[in-house]
């Protein structure tokens, strides 16, 4: 609308004119510039609002130069009419929105707190933001929220430098929720993550300290220790288990058998296990008393146990070497003789039994029981080639004649300790004494040949058997073939020719032996026919006659000591194709009985 007074173009709404201070009413005419566009004539109020009269008094602001115009002058105002685009301000506010959105999208997906909230939201974020969110869960006291968020972290990204620091959250965690034995796995994985710190291996032992786990404690502390360093481990656990077992005599070598105590300082069970074998103390004795050491390399193992405490295991190595006899002095230089000879054994010290007796001058009764088993010395020894053994004759000091031909004399000495000195041999060449041959393959008994005679040959000379029949023998290869008659038997085994002899058993006084031998003759009557070395009789009351230490021994002569009324000579040799042949007289009160002669294929 218009001022009435100054023609000011004024807002429809102004009651007081602000360039002349003058009132105006209302009108609910159309004025000003709006109306003569309509083509209306000056404002006309149709109605008209009484407003409050000019007071002059009050001073109002003086228009300005531009303001002013001449009395009765008409002003006229041009508007000018603003369009505006609203489609380039859609577009512009589409262009800010892509913006603001792809600003939004950088900054949750490139910082921290970006990621962070994604976190809180629920939506996939980076495991820095899952640990952090993880925590802020574990503060407000959503302990299994936070402990799904931390295992997600950890599943994301497993190998982070800090992931020490970030499984302690779990681990505290896991406390916060009572899930113990999973924040002992944890803190067990952060073991493998740095085993040079020590935090985890305190959280450990505290939660076995916790539940009583003594002797799983005692291991743990042992791998705290040797992990970290920190001696603290090693401390707690001395502390805590019984103490590792002593003994009252130290390890090392010794010269002596001893009897070794094993002590607990605190009087505990004692088990233990004399080898490297076994777990204890599951496999090992309840120690009573002293343990014998004998000659031998000795491990001694042992621990103290209380209650379901064990101790350190006590590990000792016991080497008690006795000392060995030296060989018997033969009084007989090796050589030919022209004659028989007698040789007689002697026995000297040696220096270990010397070193012995000084070993033992502080322990008066030990010494005297040593030099007793030193003296105590019993040579064995033989004429026959074979190395004597604890069966072999004993010398008994008078000297030992020897036979004619060519002899091997072989001793060894035994002391009180059972220990076996080194084997004294001497080959002696005596001439000008007659003696026999070995029993060999030119020997034949009743005029057949074991390996030749055949069954009809057989029949032909002795005539039908009583019974034939074929059996099964395993010392020879073939079907075999049994003719029993009055006086014994005869055995036959089958071969490319036919039914050959290869056993003969006979009590028939009528049949002779080879070197005109037969039933009833006595034990020197048959041992005269054959080499004899003359040896005496064993432990065991046999008499070896002679030993060839060719085909493995086989070829020899022994007399065998049955019983108080019977005994057996056999004599073997070993034919060309292997099969080994022996002839054996068996002698009843001195006199034989009965005789065979055998061929056997094993």
Not at 260 to 271: C, G, H, K, P, Q
Not at 452 to 480: H, S, Y
Request: charge should be negative; aromatic fraction near 8%.
């Amino acid at each position: 609308m218009v001022c009435k007074e100054c023609g000011h173009l004024l807002r429809d709404s102004t009651l007081v004119c602000e360039h002349c201070g003058a009132q105006n009413s209302i009108s609910g005419q159309v004025s000003g510039i709006q109306g003569r566009r309509q083509g209306r004539t000056a404002p006309q109020a149709s109605r008209e609002v009484e407003l409050p009269k000019y007071d002059p008094s009050v001073r109002q602001a003086a228009p300005s130069a531009e303001e002013k115009t001449p009395v009765g002058e008409k002003r006229t105002y041009r508007v000018k009419k603003v369009m505006i685009n609203w489609v380039a301000v859609a577009i512009a506010l589409v262009a800010l929105l892509f913006v603001a959105l792809i600003g939004g999208y950088v900054f949750l997906q490139v910082t921290d707190a970006g990621q962070l909230i994604l976190a809180r939201m629920g939506k996939e974020a980076n495991a820095t933001a899952m640990w952090a969110y993880g925590q802020e869960l574990l503060d407000q006291g959503y302990i299994d929220r936070s402990i799904e968020t931390f295992n997600k972290a950890y599943e994301q990204e497993p190998d982070r430098e800090d992931m020490y620091a970030r499984l302690q959250q779990l681990a505290d965690a896991y406390e916060a929720g009572g899930y113990t034995g999973k924040a002992e796995e944890t803190y067990r994985l952060m073991t493998t993550v740095n085993k040079e710190k020590t935090s985890a291996y305190r959280s450990i032992v505290r939660i076995m300290e916790d539940q009583d786990r003594k002797m799983e404690l005692a291991t743990f502390l042992t791998e705290a220790y040797e992990n970290t360093g920190d001696s603290s481990f090693r401390r707690q656990r001395e502390e805590m288990l019984p103490s590792t077992p002593t003994t009252d005599l130290e390890a090392g070598t010794r010269m002596y058998e001893r009897d070794v105590a094993i002590l607990s300082a605190e009087d505990y069970d004692i088990y233990y296990i004399l080898g490297e074998e076994g777990i204890l103390p599951e496999d090992g004795s309840l120690y009573t008393g002293p343990i014998h050491l004998e000659e031998g390399v000795h491990v001694l193992r042992a621990v103290a146990v209380s209650n379901d405490l064990i101790s350190d295991e006590m590990l000792l190595k016991y080497n008690i070497t006795l000392p060995v006899p030296s060989a018997p002095y033969p009084s007989l230089a090796p050589g030919t003789y022209e004659q028989r000879q007698r040789v007689r054994l002697k026995y000297l010290k040696t220096e270990d039994e010397k070193l012995q007796l000084d070993y033992l001058n502080n322990d008066p009764a030990a010494r005297a029981d040593a030099e007793q088993k030193q003296n105590d010395i019993t040579m064995y020894y033989t004429l026959d080639g074979q190395t004597p053994t604890s069966n072999s004759p004993i010398y008994e000091g008078d000297g030992i004649l020897l036979p004619g031909g060519y002899v091997i004399l072989k001793a060894v000495s035994v002391n009180g300790y059972g220990k076996v000195s080194n084997v004294l041999e001497r080959k002696f060449k005596i001439n000008n004494v007659a003696f026999k041959k070995f029993f060999n393959n030119t020997d034949e008994m009743a005029d057949v040949t074991i390996m030749k005679t055949t069954r009809d040959q057989f029949i032909k000379k002795f005539g039908q058997p009583n019974e034939e029949t074929e059996t099964e023998d395993a010392t020879v290869r073939g079907v075999t073939l049994k003719m029993t008659y009055n006086w014994g038997e005869a055995k036959f085994v089958m071969i490319s020719s036919g039914y050959v002899l290869y056993s003969l058993d006979t009590g028939n006084s009528a049949m002779v032996g080879p070197r005109k031998t037969r039933i009833g003759q006595t034990e020197a009557e048959i041992t005269a026919q054959f080499r004899d070395m003359g040896q005496a009789h064993d432990q065991n009351g046999d008499r070896s006659l002679y030993w060839n230490d060719q085909n493995n021994g086989n070829d020899k002569g022994k007399l065998y000591h049955l019983d108080d009324a019977h005994d057996r000579i056999d004599y073997s040799y070993v034919r060309e194709d292997g099969g080994t042949v022996t002839m054996s007289y068996y002698l009843e009160n001195g006199v034989v009985k009965r005789m065979s002669i055998r061929y056997r294929l094993l």
